[in-house]
């Protein structure tokens, strides 16, 4: 897929999963049950042990069936092997100019990491994709997004940090572009009981849940 086609399909979701496991093998379990959950849009955090191995076994497996990102990407180099091992799109937790530029060159979706404003718009006149606002639910969650929002309005971002089923409907509401998840649907203790078919069960709630969200905000658009 393109990059814009890549961006699309992530905000046509609404939801991507962020898969942080203790090993490779869970780490593709995992996936695999987001993706058979209906989520079709995850990101395999650099922290995996062998993620690399992960993200291009990822990518054979799934093709263009999952748009496949690379999370906590801290710098160009990784970002550049990220790319290299099948990432359709990069995450990071924080700004560094040099990563998005990287992204840019080869034509991949970047979220980095912003928090205040200045941030924010460093990051989107860098030409950042979306922003990924980190910890958002730390200051203020959805409520912090809809401020954001009031003097950039142009600028997507995705909502990171205090998102949970409850929560989802509010940011997207509040105007994020979509939220990612990381523990609310993809944590240790299910991972190390091999409970794959409870994140199966969970990736279907979280994808039915920006799905009616999705087509409340589409209504009332349509309504003006």
Not at 12 to 27: L, N
Not at 152 to 163: E, S, Y
Request: hydrophobic letters at 50%; charged letters at 20%; one cysteine or more.
């Amino acid at each position: 897929m393109q990059r814009e086609e890549i961006l699309q399909s992530i905000i046509e979701i609404g939801v991507v999963a962020i898969v942080r496991v203790p090993d490779a093998e869970s780490a593709i379990h995992a996936m695999r049950a987001v993706y058979d959950g209906g989520i079709r849009a995850a990101e395999i955090t650099m922290t995996v042990p062998g993620a690399l191995s992960v993200l291009e076994k990822l990518a054979d497996q799934f093709g263009d069936e999952m748009v496949l990102g690379a999370g906590t990407v801290l710098d160009a180099e990784t970002a550049r092997a990220c790319m290299l091992a099948g990432a359709q799109f990069l995450v990071a937790p924080s700004l560094k100019l040099a990563t998005i530029e990287i992204a840019n060159r080869y034509s991949r979706v970047i979220f980095p990491g912003a928090l205040t404003p200045t941030e924010v718009l460093t990051a989107w006149e860098a030409g950042a994709d979306a922003i990924k606002i980190f910890p958002c639910g730390a200051v203020g969650g959805p409520n912090y997004i809809k401020a954001l929002k009031a003097p950039f309005p142009q600028i997507k971002m995705v909502a990171v940090g205090g998102v949970n089923l409850e929560t989802t409907p509010e940011f997207l509401k509040a105007g994020a572009c979509a939220v990612a998840v990381g523990s609310e649907l993809v944590d240790r203790a299910t991972v190390a009981a091999k409970r794959y078919d409870v994140i199966q069960a969970r990736a279907r709630q979280y994808f039915e849940v920006a799905a009616t969200v999705r087509r409340e905000l589409r209504a009332a658009s349509v309504r003006g």
